[in-house]
């Protein structure tokens, strides 16, 4: 007999059936009969996360009375991926989705489908935080994501009929999107640009101008844990939307601009830099999400308190850096620690390195992310007079533990800049290493090649503060959801679905390994899979594929159209593929 352990809800397929129906006529105010695809899908998902609710409210409870720590992952990306499917198996609400959809009259995967992918990631540094959040509220650690939310991702690809790339805006906030709770009440005032003053022998920052930062709350479900943490993403609003005088002038652009301008910050992921603008906006967008955080965190943590004990904020949540795009975090939580609430710079310092952890995602120190000195003087003067004080302490500590005067200038966080005061930049991954407690990688040969390559003149000074952690991916979205036929075969032959929230239960296969009868399964999944993409292909998109062809992915240095190398091509068989290719070229897909 199989051993489930998957959380099952003790709502019926009748019951929730109800709740559809309830939803579809208070929320889409449409009958059944009425409803589309579209309405069953908002009317699901609405239910979905009333039946996570409970569990939400208590996370953020046992987070708020210091129950446990919590962890805050800064992210410019969270790839997520459709939300409904995840979430029902989460809830234990799989079979009764099922069940109840049917009985409205309606297909549960059409249902599915009719979800649009979130636009708030394009590759592994996003898609490694949203598999860590999950694992997350999986193993039953409260946490807040926190990041952007872009308006129209980073784009859509098509392919023209000369099979040449096309990138288009991703609309994917057009329709209605009942997962994310926007909540005006909770908005945080994040500024830019000014000066530095002397006021009193303080240093004060007299910011030139402001946004305001409103959170959209997505739930994040634990797998069968009880927890479910938030994903708090960021929106950028004008305080200014609107220029009532200039409007009656019929100056119509004009009487919008400073709402185009702060709208801008939450656009889409990675705007073009290749101008000064466009760099600019990059730092504008970083500097927003992460100075929402803090003060976010600070208000969660300490509600109600004018003047909160802050020496104890690393007791209450640590903070993960996911690359070097929230780094300037760091700068920013020592000055809201002198500047707003007034602890000297040792006790700021302190505070802050024990708050902070950095994962690094690359190893060519060319790719580690730098900012030219004046362009952070020019938007956030307050954090790079900071920057260059910690630089220099930095410098003076590394003197003292008696490290070579090459190597001290090797590791510099803030360069010089030359007679013309141009030149000068700051190493944000330098000062995420110095500035936090631990470095990881994404895996451990990595974390190890960051020791003995890309941070090595770091790790022979501070090898205690490389650590490797090693996330992975989440079982039930990358093999339950995305091949049921083969978790189906695995949870017989395993005799659990255990394995949902344990891969090391996959080891329970090997011996299947001999046995003929699992073995012939084994193969019928893989055909049956193969024959529903050939239909899904005939359907989306018009290929004719014959069943038991081959599909490879190869890397072609002379791609069709001459396009540069490092392209991504997906090949059909020869044969398929001279056929089409008179009126389709291959179909590419740029990698990242």
Known sequence: MTKHVAPKAKTT?????????????????????????????????????????????????????????????????????????????????????????????????????AEYEPGLGNGGLGRLAACFIDSLASIGVPAFGYGIQYRYGIFKQRFDEEGKQVETPDYWLSNEEPWGHIDYGRDQRVNFGGEVVEENGKRVWKPAWSVRAVPVDYMVPGYNSGRVNTLRLWTAKS????????????????AVKPQVAAENISKILYPEDSTPEGKALRLEQQYFFVAASIHDAIRVFYPGQDKPDLTTFPSKINFQLNDTHPVIGIPELMRVLMDEYGYDWNTAWGITTKTFNYTCHTLLPEALEVWPAKLIGELLPRHLEIIQGISEQFRNELRGKGVAEDQVER???????????????????????????????????????????????????????????????????????????????????????????????????????????????????????KLAFVDFAKQKY?????????????????????????????????????????????????RR
């Open 411 to 529: 590791m510099r966080i803030s360069t010089d800049a030359d007679e013309n005061g141009e030149g000068a930049v700051v190493r944000m991954a330098y000062l995420a290493t110095y500035g936090g407690s631990y470095v990881n990688g994404v895996a451990e040969l990595h974390s190890e090649l960051l020791k003995d390559v890309t941070l090595k003149d770091f790790s022979s000074v501070y090898p205690d503060k490389f650590k490797n952690v090693t996330n992975g991916v989440t079982p039930r979205r990358f093999v339950r959801l995305s091949n049921p036929r083969m978790s189906a075969l695995i949870t017989e032959g395993l005799g659990t679905d255990a394995w949902q929230g344990d891969l090391e239960l996959l080891e329970g296969l090997k011996p299947l390994a001999d046995d003929p009868s699992f073995v012939k399964k084994f193969a019928k999944v893989k055909q049956e899979n």
């Open 13 to 113: 397929a009748t019951a929730f059936a109800k709740e559809l129906q309830e939803h579809l006529k208070y929320t889409q105010g449409v009958t059944p009969e009425q409803a589309t695809t579209a309405d069953v899908y908002v009317a699901a998902a609405t239910a979905v996360r009333r039946h996570l609710m409970d569990s939400w409210m208590q996370t953020q409870h046992d987070m708020v009375n210091g129950n446990t720590k919590a962890v805050g992952y800064l992210s410019a990306e969270f790839l997520m991926g459709k939300q409904l499917e995840n979430a029902l198996l989460n809830a234990g609400l799989t079979d009764q989705f099922n069940k109840a959809v049917t009985k409205l009259g309606f297909d549960p995967k059409a249902v599915i489908d």
């Open 542 to 590: 018009g290929f004719e594929i014959n069943p038991d062809t081959m599909f490879k992915f190869a890397r072609v240095q002379a791609p069709v159209h001459e396009d540069p190398p490092g392209y991504l091509h997906i090949r059909w068989n020869q044969e398929w593929h001279n056929r089409r290719r008179q009126d389709a070229s291959t179909h590419r897909v740029l």
């Open 239 to 254: 305080y200014d939307e609107f220029d009532l005088l200039t409007f009656n002038k019929s100056e119509y652009l004009d």
